[in-house]
């Protein structure tokens, strides 16, 4: 049986994550994952790193933000590769966001069939973008493409 080597070029978790070079860069300098350098200073991540990588994308997938996931991962020692209980957990504190994010969209999915689609954004009674007609405040016409002209809108 063939020793799968322990520490990986930056090439190779690319092509074996699927996850492009520069957003292995943008990861590590936000501290999702971790590398150390050879002395020609190049990157050598640990295999292990694969896991970990896959864990960001599939809560990315899920519709959490980087932020969220470095939080996550934060609370796993020096840069521990999750489990199967670290993920049960996590999903578990994350449950009732993603279930507000749902019910959101659900709420805005049911709205689309009232909107007429004009993309005019002035409507002063529409529910998409002038919710309980809060831009009737600022006067008539386009509000919020006067403000942006002006300086924008509180």
Do not use: H
Not at 38 to 48: D, E, H, I, V
Not at 67 to 78: M, Q, V
Not at 116 to 135: F, I, K, P, Q, Y
Request: aromatic share 6%; charged share 30%.
């Amino acid at each position: 049986m063939v020793k799968l080597p322990d520490w990986l070029s930056i090439g190779q978790v690319s092509e074996r994550s699927g996850v492009a070079q520069t957003a292995l860069r943008f990861y590590e300098e936000r501290g999702l994952i971790a590398a150390e350098r050879t002395a020609g200073n190049q990157r050598r991540y640990p295999r292990s790193v694969l896991r970990r990588l896959a864990f960001i994308r599939t809560a990315q997938r899920v519709g959490l933000s980087l932020e969220d996931i470095g939080a996550a991962l934060a609370t796993l020692p020096e840069q521990r590769t999750p489990t199967k209980a670290d993920w049960a957990r996590l999903s578990r504190e994350w449950k009732t966001e993603l279930e507000a994010r749902i019910d959101s969209l659900q709420r805005l999915r049911d709205k689309l069939e009232g909107c007429v689609g004009c993309g005019c954004l002035s409507l002063r009674v529409c529910t998409l973008v002038n919710a309980e007609d809060r831009m009737a405040d600022y006067g008539p016409g386009a509000p919020r493409l006067r403000a942006a002209a002006e300086g924008g809108i509180d």
